[in-house]
Every structure is written in C-alpha cells, then in structure tokens.
C-alpha cells in the first residue's frame, strides 16, 4: 500500500520521517515541489486567468467620473456628451493607475516573501504494509499534513 502525503518544508517533514523509520517504515520517498520562477503574465487570455482583473476599477470609475461629467455638462460649456467623454476616460485612466499600483505593492510583497527563504511543498510518498496503514496516517497527520491519498 501507498500513502501520498504534502507537507510545508519544515522540521515537523523531518520528525515525521524519524517516526515513521522508528516503527519500521523503510521505504519513504521525498519530493520537494520547486517555487515558480518566472513572473505571472500581466493580460489574461481567455483559457489562462490568475483572477487579477487590471479594467474592473477602471470601468467602474470611468462609468461613475461620466455620470458625473455628463451631469455636469449640461451646466458646463462644452455640453454633457463632450464631459461625460472626458470623465470616462478620466476615471478609467484612474483606475488603471490605482490597478497598477496594487500590482506593484504585491509583487514586491510576494517577491519579499521569496527572498526570505520561503520554500516549496514536498511530497512524501511511503510504500507500507496494510496492517501498518492506519498508523502511518495518524504518524502523518500527527505531524501537520495538508493533505494525505491512499493507494492499495
């Protein structure tokens, strides 16, 4: 039988490990998933979304800037159509700005978070006896699994 364990790459992996050889487990296999090195693509396409949306602030800006501007407009000199325009491209413009800036912020934050030495998951895959199945689960999720599969 085989059971498939994830973990975070912490010491809790280790003692895990150490238990499960101290009750007779020999055949234990470890396998550390690598972190994502390239950057996420900015524009989504149809298929591929990450759901980071860079027009969602924009187009609710721009609709509410020309509300206003068209509001206004009939009291302004250049009519409501001319400063509804100009309130929709200006509350887009806005948006886009602000969508930026959030992108910014998060992708030092994420980028931070990488250079302190954050680390993969592992998995850890561990080939047993039946009869010893249940205990190597409860070892398992004793020691902080996120998630745990069982194969006969």
């Known amino acids: 039988m085989q059971i498939f364990a994830?973990?975070?790459?912490t010491t809790l992996l280790?003692?895990?490990?150490?238990?499960?050889?101290?009750?007779?487990?020999?055949?234990i296999y470890a396998v550390p998933l690598d972190l994502r090195k390239e950057e996420p693509r900015i524009m989504?396409?149809?298929?591929?979304?990450?759901?980071?949306?860079?027009?969602?602030k924009g187009m609710i800006l721009a609709f509410m800037f020309a509300t206003v501007g068209a509001s206004k407009?009939?009291?302004?000199?250049?009519?409501p159509v001319i400063w509804g325009l100009i309130g929709a491209g200006?509350?887009?413009?806005?948006?886009?700005?602000i969508n930026g800036l959030l992108y910014l912020m998060t992708r030092r934050k994420n980028r931070s978070a990488l250079l302190k030495g954050k680390r993969g998951d592992v998995i850890l895959v561990?080939?047993?006896?039946?009869?010893?199945?249940?205990?190597?689960?409860?070892?398992?999720?004793?020691?902080?699994?996120?998630?745990?599969?069982?194969?006969?």
């Open 14 to 27: 280790e003692i895990a490990i150490t238990e499960l050889e101290a009750h007779g487990v020999s055949s």
């Open 6 to 9: 994830t973990f975070d790459y």
């Open 126 to 152: 561990v080939t047993c006896h039946e009869e010893k199945a249940a205990i190597v689960a409860d070892i398992l999720w004793d020691h902080k699994a996120l998630g745990l599969a069982k194969t006969k």
């Open 44 to 56: 989504d396409s149809m298929h591929r979304a990450d759901g980071m949306s860079f027009i969602d």
């Open 90 to 97: 200006t509350g887009f413009a806005l948006g886009i700005a």
């Open 73 to 79: 407009g009939f009291v302004w000199a250049w009519g």
